[in-house]
């Protein structure tokens, strides 16, 4: 296979000098060469041929054996020498000490078209790290990673990419919903591609060892390829890198707010350093507007890692980043401005965002009550997030608000109870679109610019939770083609599509409390 390979992070960084696959704690290393584990029987189930591309393959090269066997673990890339990453992680609030790539084995570093791209199988087997599990991966998760991945890329969200999913042809024993009914499902593996995995945890397990000399290894590494702007590598440098991690999370977490998605597992081991999209579990999509909502049943009770939640934690993880990073700053004030600043720049940058959802240019005081005034309405009857915005851009502003409820008629779909918009909740949807209605009176857009610039912001169609869940259940079954259905649809987020009409519609009512659909456990 031709592939441009040019390993950086396991030529330039301390990897452990055990060379066996044992499960053991790895220090002042940051990875241990590993070896994927053989697969039964590999098949390929879908390929990105958009990243075929990025790494520089040819699109018919997906359909070669050696594509089969490197892409499933069978088969190891000529002078390449895989191996798992260690990192630590804050996990549900609580320092976890160290965790690492328990199932992903990272192959080799792509250069291709002046980008690097690192290959990683998820899914291939155990490592130093896999503690007391498997290395193993599911295809229901697996399937929920390649879809995600590539769908967040096209709504223009910071992520990883994925080019290829495959069975491994073995079981794996699962229990999916930890209620003590495990069964065998099939395993799979998927490649997945970014620039670097490295994440917020590669730097606290350092700092938590105390091991200065590795943490500033690292850093010099992640700044030197992924942060070129940053010209020194000594406090003034360290100091900028942290800020530039701040800006590019707090990017990513506003685009997640924005398109209605939730991580579920906002641990620090699955923050990327990159501000990428990463580590795709028991993620979910709104359907109905709720700031409270999580799709990940192991946070039920607390709900930390809750839609509404995702800034603040965004926050905590990146002050968890400075405490590690503090040994090379010595100083906390640089690091404290930066967090602080963070909390401003999200109120601008956020309302930002929702005055874009809502179509509007120009920036008025009285913004951030009608976003207010929005959300707290959005949440009186269930009210679907995706619809809602994408349907206001036909509100046209001259629309009377009256007793007839013609002001209603472009986002009545929304409502999953269009029967209880009456009285009370009525009366807040009229008021607020009386809000909306004089707020666009000072715009200058005409109805139709509005709603072009509002469509390009506002989704049509997302992974809803149950899309994925039918894919699944058809794939089981042996039925890929509502794979490539849904990773098509999604690859135009923002037009029409009406061939895809089916797919803009409310989340149907079976899939309300199915397992997969509204509940997901972090058992992958
Ligand atoms: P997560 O919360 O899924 O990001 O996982 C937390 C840690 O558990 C990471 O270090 C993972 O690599 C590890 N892990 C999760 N699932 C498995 C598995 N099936 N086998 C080995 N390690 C795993
Ligand atoms: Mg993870």
């Not at 990105?48 to 050696?66: P, Q, R, T, Y």
């Not at 490295?198 to 350092?206: M, P």
């Not at 924005?258 to 580590?279: A, C, E, K, Y």
């Not at 390009?456 to 869940?469: E, H, I, S």
Request: proline content about 4%.
């Amino acid at each position: 296979m031709k592939l441009n390979i040019q390993d950086t992070f396991n030529q330039e960084l301390p990897a452990d000098p055990i060379r066996e696959n044992t499960r053991r704690q790895v220090e002042e290393a940051c990875f241990s060469f590993v070896k994927p584990k053989s697969p039964s029987g590999p098949e390929l189930i879908h390929v990105s041929e958009e990243m075929l591309e990025a790494i520089g393959l040819e699109v018919d090269a997906k359909d070669s054996k050696n594509f089969l066997d490197i892409f499933s673990g069978k088969k190891i890339l000529e002078n390449t020498t895989p191996f798992a990453m260690c990192y630590g992680g804050h996990q549900f609030g609580h320092w976890a000490g160290q965790l690492g790539d328990g199932r992903a084995i990272n192959l080799a570093e792509v250069v291709h078209d002046d980008q690097r791209w690192m290959l990683q199988l998820k899914g291939a087997g155990e490592t130093p790290y896999s503690r007391s599990a498997d290395g193993l991966a599911v295809l229901r998760s697996s399937i929920r990673e390649h879809l995600c991945s590539e769908a967040m890329f096209h709504l223009g969200v910071p992520t990883t990419r994925s080019l290829s999913l495959m069975l491994t042809g073995d079981e794996v024993w699962r229990d999916v919903m930890y209620d003590g009914n495990p069964a065998y499902e099939k395993g799979a593996v998927v490649c997945r591609v970014a620039p670097s995995f490295i994440r917020f945890g590669n730097f606290q397990i350092f700092a938590s060892r105390n091991d200065a000399k590795n943490l500033k290894i690292l850093t010099d590494y992640t700044i030197k390829h992924f942060f070129s702007n940053i010209n020194e590598l000594n406090v003034d440098g360290y100091i900028q890198f942290y800020q530039e991690v701040a800006n590019r999370t707090l990017d990513m977490v506003i685009h997640w707010q924005r398109v209605g998605f939730v991580h579920g597992v906002m641990n620090t081991d699955n923050l990327s350093i990159l501000g990428l999209t990463i580590d795709y579990g028991p993620y979910g999509w709104l359907e109905g507007y709720d700031h409270d909502w999580t799709p990940n049943t192991t946070d039920k009770s607390h709900r930390r890692y809750r839609f509404g939640n995702q800034p603040g934690i965004a926050f905590w993880n990146l002050a968890q980043l400075g405490n590690a990073l503090f040994p090379m700053i010595k100083e906390a004030a640089p690091l404290k401005a930066i967090l602080e600043k963070f909390k401003k720049d999200y109120q601008i940058q956020n309302l930002d965002m929702m005055r874009s959802k809502l179509g509007l240019e120009l920036s008025k005081d009285g913004d951030q009550k009608l976003v207010e005034e929005l959300e707290k309405t959005l949440m009186v009857t269930e009210a679907d997030m995706t619809i809602f915005f994408r349907n206001l851009s036909n509100f046209a502003k001259d629309t009377e608000i009256d007793h007839n409820q013609t002001f209603l008629q472009p986002i009545k779909d929304a409502f999953y109870k269009p029967e209880e918009l009456e009285n009370e909740i009525l009366k807040s949807w009229s008021s607020w679109f009386v809000r909306y209605k004089n707020r666009l009176s000072l715009e200058q857009l005409s109805d139709t610019e509005r709603k072009l610039k509002m469509n390009k912001v506002n989704p049509k169609y997302v992974l809803r939770n149950y899309m994925a869940q039918l894919a699944i259940d058809k794939a089981d079954q042996r039925d890929y083609s509502l794979i490539e259905e849904l990773y098509q649809v999604l690859k135009k987020p923002y037009d029409e599509q009406p061939a895809f009409e089916k797919w803009f519609a409310k989340r149907p009512e079976w899939a309300r409390h199915k397992v997969g659909c509204s509940m997901l456990s972090c058992s992958s």
